[in-house]
């Protein structure tokens, strides 16, 4: 159940991502600066307050936020390529 706790966050945070890729209403450049955001955030509310490892560990759900959509959307264009 531990494994689970932990990989939530970067499950849900790649489905908002993803999501929000997939609108037209947001410049997909934006997508990172709103993945840190987002990240930040839930490691704050996480941990309970503002502290320099909450700060790191919104990081790194943010980079595998970005890292999972990315991959999801090179996967995709490479099926429909071939």
Not at 15 to 30: G, M, P
Not at 46 to 71: F, S
């Amino acid at each position: 159940m531990d494994f689970m706790t932990d990989f939530a966050p970067y499950v849900g945070l790649a489905v908002v991502l993803y999501a929000i890729r997939q609108t037209e209403r947001f410049s997909n450049q934006y997508i990172p600066i709103v993945a840190v955001v987002l990240g930040v955030l839930y490691a704050f509310w996480e941990a309970g307050g503002a502290t320099p490892e909450a700060t790191l560990v919104g990081l790194k759900y943010a980079l595998l936020g970005i890292g999972t959509v990315a991959g999801i959307k090179y996967s995709i264009e490479n099926k429909l390529t071939k």
